[in-house]
């Protein structure tokens, strides 16, 4: 079956422009995740979904950062603004629910480049 | 506040001989703790997790780790290594107790196996 997918793999923006990453998690997951990571470290957590609702944003870095999942399905997250220190592979992942510590699917990335 | 400690930021080994990666972690109260794996231009794929029961937990390519309580421990290991296994490693802890959905990565371990 298909993973998750996000779209688009690569974005390069300037400085103060605004972007949009997307993630299809893997149908019927409920669960959905954003990271950050930059190079040489793990995966950051950014915020993650239980259905439609934000469950926990705790890990957004600063109100320039958002994110929705409108139908409980694709999610988007949105940087207004973009700066230079944003520059990173933002990653999607998507799980069954929370119980009994379900694993997490990820896709494979979009490198986000802020010139 | 939860945190993952990966000491190692490489770990060589020979082909054949067995291999450890060291993972420690801190969470209130118990944890679900995971490793995936991420191969070259690949997203990250889960290995194994450990979530209640037997200390040690077997997962996918002869994986297996062992969950140490008093020493807030989950080594990954394998008995003998093999040149494909080489790849960037991480450890990841979620809390249990709340089933919070958000995880915590370490920096990741870079295993190289020689032939």
């Known amino acids: 079956g298909a993973g998750v997918s996000q779209t688009p793999s690569n974005k390069v923006t300037e400085k103060g422009k605004y972007v949009e990453l997307r993630c299809d998690p893997i149908s019927g997951h409920t669960a959905l995740y954003w990271y950050r990571q930059s190079l040489g470290q793990g995966p950051e957590f950014l915020i993650y979904?239980?259905?439609?609702?934000?469950?926990?944003d705790s890990g957004l870095p600063n109100d320039r950062f958002f994110a929705v999942r409108p139908e409980g399905s694709v999610s988007t997250l949105k940087i207004q603004r973009t700066e230079r220190g944003d520059s990173a592979v933002y990653l999607c992942?998507?799980?069954?629910?929370?119980?009994?510590?379900?694993?997490?699917?990820f896709g494979p990335g979009t490198r986000l480049t802020v010139l | 506040a939860q945190s993952v400690a990966q000491p190692e930021d490489q770990v060589n080994v020979a082909e054949g001989n067995p291999l450890t990666v060291k993972c420690t972690y801190s969470?209130?109260?118990?944890?679900?703790l995971f490793w995936y794996v991420q191969y070259p231009n690949r997203g990250l794929q889960f290995l194994l997790k450990y979530i209640t029961g037997d200390n040690l937990v077997k997962g996918s390519y002869g994986f297996e780790a062992e969950f140490n309580k008093s020493q807030t421990s989950f080594h990954l290991k394998k008995p003998s290594a093999l040149v494909s296994d080489s790849a960037l490693y991480f450890c990841?802890?979620?809390?249990?107790?709340?089933?919070?959905?958000?995880?915590?990565f370490g920096d990741g371990t870079t295993l190289t196996v020689k032939p």
């Open positions: 992942a998507s799980s069954q629910g929370l119980a009994g510590g379900s694993e997490q699917f």
């Open positions: 990841a802890v979620r809390e249990s107790d709340t089933n919070a959905g958000k995880s915590t």
């Open positions: 979904f239980q259905g439609t609702g934000a469950a926990d």
């Open positions: 969470v209130s109260g118990n944890p679900y």
